[in-house]
């Protein structure tokens, strides 16, 4: 079956505008994460979304990023105001039931570029 | 907190050599360990894993054994080929800490024909 996507796969925008980012997940995935890998470094969490529980936000780094979850579907990583710290490859992962030893499952990712 | 230490890369080996990537955690409890990889151009993808002590993961001829004595996941393979250069990163997940993979900062691994 399909696997995870993300749209665009590409970004690159000015500072100080802002961007979308989206992320289908596997269908009939119940957890979704977004991830951030910088130039050289690990991935760092950002957000995740189970079910219909309020999301753990506490990976954003500052309140101009924001994130929706259409129900068990779609999401929307928004990134306000752009940095050029903003600059990295934005992952989005889901897994079945957001288990403590299940697989992730992640997307191609969206390479951002702020100039 | 969660942190995950692995080895510092990029490491450089031959085609048919031994390969060892550490990998060094600290977590309170019984976290559930991960090597992921991401080959040129591809998206990050599950290699192995461990969800409980002295488990070994395995796959593709690469092993790991989660060690909780010496909270370690290192990740080995007997006879490394062109096509397993890539990246590795070691993570970890426990709900103790919220509901996340944390990742290592990674391994490049470029194997020489």
């Known amino acids: 079956g399909a696997g995870v996507s993300q749209s665009p796969s590409n970004k690159v925008t000015e500072k100080g505008k802002d961007v979308e980012l989206r992320c289908d997940p596997i269908?009939?995935?119940?957890?979704l994460y977004w991830y951030r890998q910088r130039l050289g470094q690990g991935l760092e969490f950002l957000i995740y979304f189970q079910g219909n529980s309020a999301p753990d936000k506490s990976g954003l780094p500052s309140d101009r990023f924001s994130a929706e979850r259409t129900g068990e579907s779609v999401s929307t990583l928004t990134i306000q105001r752009t940095q050029q710290e903003d600059s990295a490859v934005y992952l989005c992962?889901?897994?079945?039931?957001?288990?403590?030893?299940?697989?992730?499952?992640f997307g191609p990712g969206t390479r951002l570029t702020v100039l | 907190g969660n942190s995950v230490t692995q080895m510092e890369g990029p490491v450089t080996l031959s085609e048919e050599a031994f390969l060892t990537i550490n990998c060094t955690y600290t977590a309170t409890g019984y976290p559930s360990l991960f090597w992921y990889v991401q080959y040129p151009g591809e998206g990050l993808q599950l290699l192995l894993k461990a969800t409980k002590a002295d488990d070994k993961g395995s796959n593709k001829g690469f092993e790991a054994t989660y060690r909780k004595e010496t909270t370690s996941f290192h990740l080995e393979k007997g006879s490394v080929q062109v096509s397993d250069s890539a990246v590795y990163f070691c993570a970890l997940h426990s709900m103790e800490y919220g509901n996340k993979l944390v990742f290592g900062a990674g391994t490049i691994l470029r194997v020489k024909s």
């Open positions: 269908s009939g995935h119940t957890a």
């Open positions: 992962a889901s897994s079945l039931y957001g288990r403590v030893g299940g697989e992730q499952f």
